[in-house]
Nanobody, 123 residues
């Protein structure tokens, strides 16, 4: 059974840091990444990383503040979030695909989604 299980969310103050983790099981994946969603809005791309780690992609809103990485031996992807802002408040979803199509910024690139972890940034 394929599963993506996120952890590391929580309540922090503006300027703080958090690290999200996503442990995958059941198979290995090509591209992995993160989306986020606030109530009443669509899921937005945050970051993605290719299997080798040689390709990383970020939303403009998080460039320079967030860093994505992965450990293929542990089948885990991470999102280091620094200088957090209240507008980063959202449910963060881990995503993964089995065959990269190159559409990293789009929801339909990804075959599997985690259940989500809440990140709340207070001002």
């Amino acid at each position: 059974q394929v599963q993506l299980v996120e952890s590391g969310g929580g309540l922090v103050q503006a300027g703080d840091s958090l690290r999200l983790s996503c442990a995958a099981s059941g198979r290995t994946f090509s591209t992995m990444g993160w989306f986020r969603q606030v109530p009443g809005k669509e899921r937005d791309f945050v970051a993605a990383i290719t299997w080798s780690g040689g390709g990383t992609y970020y939303a403009d809103s998080v460039k320079g503040r967030f860093a994505i990485s992965r450990d293929n031996a542990k089948n885990t992807v991470y999102l280091q979030m620094n200088s957090l802002k209240p507008e980063d408040t959202a449910v963060y979803y881990c995503v993964a695909d089995t065959l990269s199509r190159g559409r990293y910024y789009y929801v339909d690139e990804y075959d599997y989604w985690g259940q989500g972890t809440q990140v709340t940034v207070s001002s």
